[in-house]
């Protein structure tokens, strides 16, 4: 499985450089820095998932696989499986297609209003997946615009029921395919135009060029993108849930759970047993992602370059309607729904000037100060994951791209397992390892905000690897030679070569790690302690009250501070911008 | 060939400074034992530490208003689904020590399966004088807390007259227009089908003809409340207070209590075998049954368990209500095999 495209002469060459790459840590060894490095990866991400193995073949006598056998004999289990399947892949192809369509009108054309546009695209991925889900469940119910649209032509006509495979897959589709549109824009936006000249030169009509240059070109952004979507997919309980519970669409996610909260001893092994199998097909997902990349290559010019190549012209007369009317659409239409919720005095009655209220947002803000507390704690946990995941990833990232070996591969399919586990499941086997990580030892992390911290950054180290990964596969080592052999030291080529080309990666692989570690419920749910709140929980808390006018102000009010937060990024990066370094992400 | 890997090893010294927890935990285990000692019958002090499925309001209303009678008890609130405090407890039993020392859960099923595997400590407060004997366990491992009836929950602007009989679910007017709570998902909702499919009268028969009606099935009772406000749905098989509760705020929504009876849950409280802090979790416990405790319950929006108090408004009180029960050891011992049942019986 050797993968990454650098020949022999090129790791020669590396050898040399990493030697004089980094940093005061010579004292270490290189045999005990590797040793460390793996016991600590078996720590964090191997050391889990091998307790919920563990238990997942424990029987009262001895070990046995007596609940894999289980499992396998049960019709209901492959008909899971099936519509697992179906879902996860039929998503993710969703996802990558509307998220290069995306990434292709946002890198190449001259279409206005980029930023609002890249905001807009981002909204759906913020949006917690259970507003996305309420607000189209009630778009397209019986009593919905659609619904009251479509009768205009045919008393009897009823919208597609979103209560479907179809309404699971289109949800989470639109839900994940920022991931895809993220990994792949600065991808697009570095393929140097010259190429494409060339090949207009030699004739090559626009498909041609599309599907001969560009989509090779851009194969590890898309892919990685489409990785992670598909892994996040497999995780996602909140979509199949709502809609496929009342249906009896079950899901793997779904079934996990539903056994885990079932009773009886043997509730626990079935829920684990099952969890195994769906980190297998995380690994073998994650095999495949490698498989394509292959063949991938980098080009020696990795500016980014934002210029527009292509004047939309006269299509942008259509292109500029479609592609604004569909983001409204997908995203404007649910926050939309949810803002108006949150303003409402009485659930179920229109949104009248007489049932037009800011209670719920004087509550959020005023009454109940642990909602403060938990947005704070929120930010903070999501800042110190996105900072460490940022540093470790990052390296992480230079090492497999660098200095590809069976060890480093093997570490990042560890890596990746958390993300893929469902959140319930993640939860409980950081509880079986935390209370006690080294039998009869309690460090006292179980039930703070550390547990918390650790379980985020366990979770979320993937988001930043791939995108680290996909940032150093665009930027060729020839980059670090011309450094060198200009006599640069060191730490200066990082500063002024390899940071800048690479940070608009790197950001956009932190931004979707702080932006995933803000809202997290899942995880957040069962590990939390009353020190230590996060606003997943919170809205969770309202949600399951019943409360759904407070969970919808306090998720609109987030949603407000993201994009606030956005902005000032933004601001801040258009001050850092240097010459001929183009921050945008 | 000494910096080859300085790489790895920064990699490495970043993540063993993530493992650095700034806790200062490890100290409040012993804290705990000592406080323990230390603690006498007339100054009850430590460290409690309190799961519950109830609203996050409610839980934090309870703990300020204990906190007001003990001051030097510093509860520790964990709050989750029913199902999700449950998974937690067993992955801490699976670790080596449940950390929790109260639980206050949606229903006497769930208490019994963690009385089947001795995470109970038997606690008969002084204070169940005043709660009828069928609100609570006989070995006192688990008391009552409140009464929870399940009703039919109408859209007011849809429904213009309000239901009296279970059997309107079955029947032409709530054909397509029905919604209730899963089972898998739903502790109540899990004993509503254990009772009602046992009870004469009902039996699966009652269930099935759901079905054939098309009844909507949704993951809990809170997105049940939301459709029958919403008028998707004109009627819902629901909790109470939710009803009553939203009712209060100008909803189109109203509550029946149907004839042939209700069946109730209780949110039983009861303490974990082997804490640390009996005495904060004994006082924890006489709180939650006494007067001032139920009286509270009662503000808050729920049908206290103990005599005397009265109901909110709204609310039909447990003397006047006719209950739909079954026989709990039968209930808890067969909540698997009717959630299978269910879930085929649904499933095609």
């Known amino acids: 499985m050797d993968v990454i495209t650098t020949d022999d002469k090129q790791q020669t060459l590396d050898k040399g450089r990493l030697k004089s790459s980094l940093l005061p840590f010579s004292f270490l060894t290189r045999k005990t820095a590797k040793l460390l490095g793996i016991i600590l990866i078996l720590f964090f991400f191997v050391l889990p998932i091998g307790k919920l193995l563990y238990l997942s073949i424990k029987v009262e006598t001895g070990f046995s696989f007596s609940h894999y056998i289980e499992l396998l004999q049960q019709v209901r289990f492959w008909k899971t499986l099936e519509n697992t399947f179906i879902i996860v892949i039929a998503s993710t192809v969703l996802s990558l297609i509307m998220g290069i369509i995306a990434a292709w009108i946002m890198a190449y054309t001259n279409i206005k209003h980029k930023k609002l546009l890249h905001l807009l695209i981002l909204l759906s991925f913020v949006l917690p997946s259970y507003v996305l889900t309420l607000s189209w469940s009630s778009f397209m119910g019986t009593q919905g615009l659609i619904a009251s649209f479509l009768q205009l032509f045919h008393s009897e006509a009823k919208p597609w029921s979103m209560y479907s495979m179809g309404g699971i897959i289109f949800v989470m589709g639109i839900h994940h395919f920022p991931l895809v549109y993220l990994f792949t824009v600065n991808v697009l936006k570095r393929i140097p135009r010259d190429l494409e000249w060339a090949a207009k030169a030699s004739g090559a009509g626009r498909i041609k060029n599309f599907t001969q240059i560009i989509l090779p070109l851009a194969l590890p952004g898309i892919t990685a993108g489409g990785l992670l979507v598909f892994l996040a997919s497999l995780d996602n309980f909140g979509i199949p849930a709502f809609l496929g519970t009342p249906v009896n669409i079950s899901v793997l996610s779904t079934l996990i759970y539903e056994e885990i909260i079932g009773f009886g001893p043997s509730a626990f092994a079935r829920g684990a047993s099952l969890s195994v199998l769906l980190g297998l097909i995380a690994v073998a997902g994650t095999m495949l992602q490698w498989l394509s990349v292959r063949k991938s290559k980098t080009d020696d010019t990795a500016r980014l370059d934002s210029q527009p190549r292509y004047d939309l012209g006269k299509h942008r007369l259509w292109i500029n309607p479609l592609l604004w009317s569909s983001l409204i659409f997908i995203t404007i239409v649910p926050l939309f729904s949810m803002i108006s919720l949150s303003l409402k005095k009485a659930y179920g009655r229109p949104l009248s000037m007489n049932n037009v209220t800011l209670e719920n947002y004087k509550y959020i803000l005023f009454n109940n100060p642990k909602i403060w507390q938990s947005i704070q704690n929120s930010l903070m946990l999501a800042l110190s994951t996105l900072i460490i995941c940022l540093i470790v990833g990052s390296l992480f990232a230079y090492i497999r791209v660098r200095k590809p070996s069976k060890l480093i591969q093997f570490a990042e399919l560890a890596i990746s397992i958390p993300y893929t586990l469902p959140g319930i499941v993640f939860a409980l086997s950081m509880i079986l390892v935390w209370m006690e990580p080294i039998p009869g030892w309690n460090p006292g992390i179980y039930g703070t905000t550390s547990m918390l911290f650790i379980a985020y950054v366990c979770r979320f180290l993937i988001l930043q690897i791939r995108a680290g990964v996909t940032a150093f596969m665009q930027v060729d080592t020839s980059m670090d030679e011309a450094a060198r052999i200009s006599g640069a030291s060191p730490w200066r080529k990082w500063v002024s070569i390899l940071l800048p080309l690479l940070l608009p990666g790197l950001l956009s692989g932190a931004i979707l790690v702080f932006l995933t570690a803000l809202t997290e419920l899942t995880v957040s749910a069962l590990l939390y302690s009353s020190r230590s709140q996060t606003i997943g929980v919170t809205i969770f808390s309202f949600e399951q009250a019943g409360d759904t006018l407070y969970s919808t102000a306090l998720s609109s009010l987030i949603v407000f501070l993201i994009v606030v937060g956005t902005g000032l990024l933004q601001l801040i990066q258009k001050l850092l911008s240097r010459k001929g370094v183009n921050h945008e992400y | ?348």
């Open chain 2, 1 to 348: 060939m000494l910096r080859k890997n300085s790489v790895l090893a920064v990699l490495v010294s970043m993540l063993i400074f993530t493992g650095c927890s700034s806790g200062n935990q490890a100290s409040k285990q012993t804290d705990k034992v000592e406080e323990a000692v230390n603690s006498s019958s007339t100054s009850i002090s430590g460290q409690l530490s309190f799961y519950t499925s109830q609203p996050e309001e409610d839980a934090t209303k309870l703990v300020q208003a204990f906190n007001k009678k003990y001051p030097d008890v510093s509860v520790e609130t964990f709050r989750s689904g029913t199902e999700e405090v449950t998974a937690k407890l067993q992955a801490e039993k699976q670790a080596g020590q449940v950390q929790a020392d109260v639980l206050l859960l949606a229903d006497a099923v769930t208490f019994e399966s963690l009385k089947s595997q001795n995470l109970l400590a038997a606690y008969k407060s002084p204070e169940r004088e005043q709660i009828a004997d069928e609100l609570m366990d006989s070995d006192g491992m688990y008391t009552g807390t409140k009464v929870i009836a399940t009703i039919i929950a109408a859209n007011t602007d849809k429904v213009s007259t309000l239901p009296t009989s279970w059997q309107i679910l079955t029947t032409e007017e709530a054909k397509d227009a029905a919604i209730m709570p899963s089972p898998l998902y739903s502790g109540a909702a899990a004993y509503n089908i254990g009772v009602f499919s046992r009870t004469d009268g009902f039996g699966w028969e009652f269930i099935e003809k759901l079905k054939v009606n098309n009844m909507s099935v949704i993951k809990g009772n809170g997105a049940v409340l939301k459709s029958v406000a919403s008028g998707e749905k004109n009627y819902g098989i629901v909790v109470d207070y939710m009803v009553a509760r939203e009712k209060a705020k100008g909803s189109p929504i109203d509550l029946s209590y149907p004839e042939e009876g209700v069946p109730i849950i209780t949110e039983p409280i009861g303490i974990i075998e082997n804490t640390d802090n009996i005495d904060a979790a004994k006082a924890f416990v006489d709180f939650v049954l006494s007067e001032d405790g139920q009286k509270l319950a009662a503000e808050i929006g729920y049908t206290p368990v103990r005599e005397g108090v009265a109901p909110p408004e709204g609310l039909k009180g447990i003397s006047d209500l006719t209950l739909l029960s079954g026989d709990i050891a039968i209930l808890t011992n067969e909540r698997e095999a009717d959630k299978k049942q269910f879930t085929e019986l649904f499933g095609n």
